[in-house]
């Protein structure tokens, strides 16, 4: 089967970094991404990971690791606007994304 | 530039009766796709089309059917509706030429089937 494991709840505070955690198991791999989405809105992309290493784009930071099927995406200098569910979704062939149940995170005044 | 538009936005209909959800893109992408997101679940690829002309099945396809029109319009039809299609579904379109790489998503269309 496949599937991919993320928590469903993190909390922080705003100004301090978050790690959320992604690990995975799908027939095939050619690359991690992950989304954004906002209650009641569309998901935006926020990184593609093909090869293992970290990602930086501005605040955000995205790991993979393909040897143990797992991945990261770290928000940095949280603000209350980053407050949205989080996704990450695997590319199991061209095309053919596998996603996440999501995390949702909680931002802290 | 819009991006990717979806008509209609809201949509209640009965069981059995039929449907179609527009799509259209204005970047002249080559991939376009249809997901379904049910409450608190990721999204589940329903159908993609890798270039115009060309349509494929992706993780639940069954009760929908799809057509690329031209490059820029990708819709989905429901043919016979039933409430386990209710759902939220998002179409969304990719300039990667091999298919992998950012999606861009449209509004959605937010489906009650009674």
């Known amino acids: 089967g496949q599937s991919l494991e993320q928590p469903s709840e993190v909390t922080a505070v705003e100004g301090a970094i978050v790690q959320i955690n992604c690990t995975y198991q799908?027939?095939?791999?050619?690359?991690l991404s992950w989304y954004q989405q906002h209650d009641g809105g569309a998901p935006t992309f926020l990184s593609y990971?093909?090869l293992d290493g970290l990602e930086e784009t501005g605040r955000f930071s995205s790991f993979l690791s393909r040897s143990d099927s797992y991945g990261y995406l770290l928000l940095q200098e949280l603000q209350m606007k980053d407050s949205a569910s989080y996704f990450c979704?695997?590319?199991?062939?061209?095309?053919?994304?596998?996603w996440g149940a999501g995390t949702k995170l909680i931002i802290k005044p | 530039n819009a991006g990717v538009t979806q008509t209609p936005k809201f949509q209640v209909l009965k069981t059995g009766q039929s449907m179609t959800l527009q799509c259209a893109q204005d970047m002249n992408h080559n991939s376009m796709y249809w997901y379904r997101q049910d409450p608190g679940m990721g999204l589940r690829l329903i159908y993609y089309?890798?270039?115009?002309?060309?349509?494929d099945k992706g993780e639940v396809p069954n009760g929908y059917n799809v057509s690329r029109l031209n490059k820029r319009e990708f819709s989905l039809r429901l043919e016979s509706a039933a409430p386990s299609q209710t759902s939220v579904y998002f179409c969304?379109?990719?300039?990667?030429?091999?298919?992998?790489?950012?999606?861009?998503f449209g509004p959605g269309t937010r489906l009650t089937v009674t």
């Open positions: 969304a379109s990719s300039a990667a030429s091999v298919g992998v790489g950012e999606q861009y």
């Open positions: 990971n093909a």
């Open positions: 089309s890798a270039s115009e002309g060309t349509t």
């Open positions: 799908t027939s095939g791999f050619y690359g």
């Open positions: 979704a695997v590319y199991q062939s061209n095309y053919q994304l596998i």
